[in-house]
Structures are given as structure tokens and as C-alpha cells.
């Protein structure tokens, strides 16, 4: 058990159907990280790296069934094992309902045959691993060990998917994804092409209470949600279903005038419910207005207008608006000595706050500014500086990815458009 309980991390089990011998395939472990270069950086942590002893559940399927799974133990680095009769159309399939620790990689052509699988039948596949499929995708493309459109192809056959654990596994991948991309000059071909795959499914679940014959079914994704809100402003009575009030908070503050956010401000103040305020208070941050985040901002450190456990949160949601990255970055740094007095004992609370201002940080003067910030500031040597050690990762995989991947990214991207 070594393995699992004196080193961090898990591995990531990769697959591989042999041509020779016939029904075989090699099966390989290595420590899984996002950043490979973490490895030069902390090599008192990596030459030691011990095998895992790890339990792979295996099936083999194909386009009307899947056979029963076998358990298969790997120790070593590299192992070659026999399974059933594998044919040319026969997929494999391991960790079979995510019950492992570990993530799984596969050959590309493994791959191809799993998505197309999914595209005529996903249903010959379990819900809990349509989902472990989506999640290793997007987490393998990420840290380099596939080709960045194989979760893009991926996420084409969500229009056939009717369970909620898989649509979350790509909801959870896409929000980083697109939290990567979303300051980018082509983050539109990015956008139009998840919305292009989610269109048809948005169609059909369609907005509660809305009528199929209502005007929205002809109009644009945001007009609902704000119809909703100017009907809230206009009666002063909330009618809005609590299940989508975070959709259509965010779309009205972010898309209608600076009087929509005053009257959300007023909401938050009045308001006696815990869990409309956390609501509301997060569909402030929504804003493209920098002076509002501003005075958010500075309103988050007096307790008589923000509790003190809702602080952390406004920092964080500015930090995840891409109009205001900039601004809840910045304010940190300003800011940090008088957070961390504040927040530097409740360990889970500061770590939560590095985190949220930094993981979506990826461009090499954001890289530089943290390097700067640390070294200029105690906070490196403070009781938060596992937690900065690990923001410095992030930071760094996120740029290295703009730096290897992002033009290929792109570049699949325009091509898809294009047919």
C-alpha cells in the first residue's frame, strides 16, 4: 500500500491493444500530472516515485453488447496481460464504474472506437462511466497525454445523453476549459461550438413554466432570463423558479443596465435567507461593469455590509469573471496583508481564497506577477505557502498549455467550422 500512502498523487493507467500476441494488451502506470515539469521543480518528491498496486476492472464491448469484466492487478510499471477475443471493432474499457482511484488513457483508435460507440448507442456503456470517460478526456487532453480535439469529439454525442452524471462530468471540464480560453481572440469559435452541441438538449428540457408555443422558442438564450428579472423589478415579487434563480441573476446583471445590479445590491441587503443571499451576492460578481466589481470589493471587507464568511466568495467570483480577472487579481495583492490577518489561521478558508484569485491565471505576466508577488511579499513563507506553492503549479500548466496547445486547439476549431 506504499504507493497510495506515502506519496501524493495517483497514477494514470494507459491501455493498449497488442497486435502480437493475438487477444493481449499492455497496460502501463506513471504518476498523473498536469504539469510534467513539476518534476524537475520537485525532484525530491518524484526519484522516489514508487509503483502503485492497483486493481483495474476490465470489458471489452462492441456496438450490442459488453462482455463481463475482468479483474486485472497491476504492480509494475509496464505489464502484458491476455483478455478476451478482441476484433478489430472491439473496445476496451477499464475501470469499469469509477471505482478505482486512478485515471485511465487508452490508444487513439480505443479512443475513436469508444466515441463512436457513444455517438450510436451510449447506453451499452454505464452512466458511471460515460462520466469517467468525459472527466479522463478533458483531464489527458489537459495535461498533454492526447490530442487536445478528442474531448471537443467527445462531447458531440451529449444531444443522445438523457442522464445527469455525465452532462455534470462535461459541465465540470468545460467551465475550466472555457475559463482558459475565455480571454482569448478566438474564444468565439470555442463558445459556438459547445453551444452548438448543447443546443438541441437546451431546446428540449426548454425553461419551466414557458409554454411550447411562446415566443422564446424563436428568440436568443438570454432573453428569458431577462424577461424574468424585469418582471421581478416591475411587481417587486419573485417569481422566479429557485432551481434556475443562478442562471438568471447572473444574465440579468450581466447584460441589462447598472439599475438591475443596484436593485440586486438592495435584494442581497434585505434579504433574511442564507442561501438567496449566497445567490445573489454571486450574481453581483456577473457584472461587466469594473466600477461596480470595484465597489463590490471594497464593500466585501466592511461586515456590516458583507458577513464575513461571504468574503472569500465575492473575491473568488470576480476573479472567475473574465471581464474582471484583472481587478479581484490586483485587489489580492493590495489587500493581502489585511485577508490573510483576517483569514491566515482558517487554513481552508485562505487556501480557498489563493486558489480561486490564481487557477485561472495563464498568461506569462500573470506567471511573472505571482513569482513577483511572492518574493516581494511574506506571503511565500507565511502558513499559506503550500497553498501558493501549488497556485505557482497551476499558474505555470496553465500558461505552458496557452504555449503548446492552444494554437492546435484553434486550429481544429476552425476547421470543424468550416465542415
Known sequence: MDGWTVQMGYPVVTVSKNESPENTVTISQEHFLYD????????????????????????????????????????????????????????????????????????????????????????????????????????????????????????????????????????RALYQLDKLLDRTEDYSLFSSYVLKQVEQKYHKLDWPNVKVGDSFKQSTYHTEPCHHVSEWISSNKNRIPPSIRDVVYCTGVSLMDEDVWDFMWMKFQSSSTISEKKVLLEALTCSDNTFLLHRLLNASLNSDLVPDQDVIDVIVHVGRNPHARHLAWRYFREKWDELNSRFGEALFLNSKLISGVTEFLNTQRELDELKDFLQTSAAGASASASAFSRALEVVRANVKWHQLYRERFFQWLRKSSDG
Request: net charge neutral.
Open 36 to 171: 510534467t515539469n513539476a518534476k524537475i521543480h520537485h525532484r525530491q518528491l518524484f526519484n522516489q516515485s514508487l509503483q502503485w498496486q492497483i486493481p483495474l476492472n476490465l470489458a471489452l464491448g462492441n456496438f450490442s453488447h459488453t462482455s463481463s469484466e475482468s479483474l486485472i492487478w497491476i504492480s509494475n510499471k509496464t505489464e502484458m496481460h491476455r483478455v478476451g477475443r478482441i476484433g478489430e471493432e472491439t473496445w476496451l474499457l477499464g475501470n469499469i464504474n469509477q471505482t478505482g482511484y486512478f485515471r485511465v488513457n487508452y490508444d487513439l483508435h480505443n479512443w475513436r472506437l469508444l466515441i463512436q460507440q457513444l455517438m450510436i448507442n451510449p447506453t451499452i456503456i454505464s452512466v458511471g462511466n460515460r462520466a469517467g470517460l468525459m472527466d479522463d478526456a478533458f483531464s489527458l487532453a489537459r495535461a498533454g497525454y492526447l490530442p487536445q480535439n478528442l474531448p471537443l469529439q467527445i462531447i458531440c454525442y451529449l444531444s443522445k445523453e438523457d442522464e445527469f452524471l455525465p452532462w455534470h462530468a462535461a459541465s
